[in-house]
């Protein structure tokens, strides 16, 4: 299996996670160690719901008392 690795626009050093994405859901890794990182493997449903919550600010805490 190929997998490519992303990463996002915004990251401009090598501390940013990259997302590999497929028709089974998402892989995910520490960008600063890359292929010695430990991959982590979410669902598409699991993947679906933090994207959804990262968009709705369920994980903004500069915005929480």
């Known amino acids: ?3 490519h690795w992303k990463i996002s ?8 996670v990259e997302v590999s994405l497929s028709d089974e859901g998402a892989l995910m890794r520490d960008g600063k160690i890359a292929s010695q990182s ?13 994207i ?14």
Not at 38 to 43: E, G, I, R
Request: hydrophobic letters at 35%; a negative charge.
């Open 52 to 65: 959804d919550d990262t968009k709705r600010g369920d994980f903004d805490t500069a915005a929480r008392p």
């Open 9 to 16: 626009s915004r990251c401009n050093v090598d501390h940013c």
């Open 38 to 50: 430990p991959v982590l493997a979410f669902s598409t449903d699991v993947w679906r719901s933090f």
């Open 1 to 3: 299996m190929s997998v």
